[in-house]
C-alpha cells in the first residue's frame, strides 16, 4: 500500500466517527422532543435565564372554600307572647281556679261562622270563626261531615244552664262536666263543640268516630286544642271532653302538638284545678 492511500484511510477513519455520531444524535432528537412538558407551577424553567421573560400562573390557592353559613337558630318559643289572665288575650286559661275577670265578660269582636252548619246560630271571637270555617271545610275534604253545636254562650245563658243542670243533677255532679258562670270557656268565645251529626253528641265516644279522631289529630293546624282531653280530669277539672275544641291560635297549638303536652295548665306551668276554691 502506498503512503497516501493508508494516509486517505487514517484521515476517512475519523470522519466515519464523526458522522456516525451525528447520526446518533439525529435520530436521538425526535424522541427528546415526545418528552411531556413541565406541569405548570413546577420548577422547571423557573429562577433561571431559561424562564426570562416568560409568564408563569399563579399556584393554585390551598385555602379551604369558605363553608356555608348555619342557619340562625330558631329562637324559643315565647310563652308571654300573650297574655293568660286577659279574658281578651287568646292565650287565657280559664279554669275552677281561674275565674274569668270580670265575672260577666264579654267579647267585643264576635262573629257568627259562615258557611257552615251551626245548631243554634251562635257567634264565636272572630279569628275562632275563621278558623273553625277552615277546620270544618279540611274535615270535609277528608269525609267527614262536621257541624258546630255549641260555641259562644254569654255569662246569663251560663247561668240558667249551670242551673239547670245542678237541679237535674246536684251541684257536685254538675261541677263535673259544666262551668259554673264565669268560668266558663264558651264564655271566651274561644271554644266550640262539634258534632257529626252520628250518636256521640256530647258523648265521649265522640273521640273514638273518624271524625272525632280526625279533628284531635288535625285540630292543632287550624289552632284548636282538644281542651279537656282522657286521663287529664285532675288537671282541667273536667271529665274528657273530645267535642269541646278551645282556639288557642296555630303557634301554640302546633308547639303543644310538638311537645306532646295536651293541656294549657301543664303547658304554663299553672296549678292543676281539680276542683273550686269555695
Not at 239547670?164 to 251541684?171: I, P, Q
Not at 273521640?207 to 289529630?217: D, F, K, M, S
Request: proline share 10%; hydrophobic share 40%.
Amino acid at each position: 500500500m502506498s503512503l497516501p492511500q493508508t494516509t486517505a484511510r487514517a484521515a476517512r477513519g475519523p470522519r466515519r466517527a464523526v458522522a456516525a455520531l451525528g447520526l446518533a444524535l439525529a435520530l436521538t432528537a425526535p424522541l427528546a422532543g415526545c418528552a411531556d412538558e413541565p406541569a405548570p407551577g413546577s420548577g422547571a424553567g423557573s429562577g433561571s435565564e431559561a424562564g426570562a421573560g416568560r409568564s408563569t400562573s399563579p399556584a393554585p390557592s390551598t385555602r379551604p372554600d369558605p363553608e356555608p353559613e348555619a342557619d340562625a337558630a330558631e329562637p324559643p318559643f315565647d310563652r308571654a307572647a300573650h297574655s293568660l289572665d286577659d279574658p281578651a288575650s287568646i292565650w287565657v286559661v280559664s279554669n275552677k281556679t281561674r275565674p274569668l275577670a270580670p265575672l260577666d265578660f264579654a267579647p267585643a269582636d264576635l262573629s257568627t261562622p259562615q258557611g257552615v252548619e251551626n245548631e243554634f246560630a251562635q257567634p264565636l271571637r272572630e279569628p275562632a270563626a275563621r278558623a273553625v270555617e277552615t277546620l270544618i271545610a279540611a274535615a270535609g275534604a277528608a269525609g267527614h261531615e262536621v257541624r258546630v253545636i255549641s260555641a259562644y254562650r254569654d255569662y246569663a245563658t251560663q247561668v240558667a244552664l249551670y242551673d239547670r243542670y245542678v237541679a237535674r243533677d246536684g251541684a257536685a255532679a254538675a261541677d263535673t262536666y259544666s262551668a259554673r258562670p264565669g268560668y266558663s270557656e264558651h264564655q271566651t268565645g274561644l271554644a266550640v263543640d262539634l258534632d257529626d251529626f252520628g250518636a256521640c253528641y256530647l258523648d265521649a265516644c265522640f273521640g273514638e268516630t273518624p271524625a272525632g279522631a280526625w279533628l284531635a289529630e288535625h285540630a292543632a293546624e287550624h289552632g284548636f286544642v282538644v281542651r279537656y282531653p282522657a286521663g287529664k280530669q285532675e288537671v282541667t277539672g273536667f271529665t274528657p271532653e273530645p267535642w269541646h275544641f278551645r282556639y288557642v291560635g296555630p303557634e301554640l297549638a302546633e308547639e303543644m302538638r310538638r311537645t306532646g303536652v295536651t293541656t294549657l295548665e301543664e303547658f304554663f306551668g299553672l296549678p292543676a284545678a281539680p276542683g273550686y276554691a269555695d
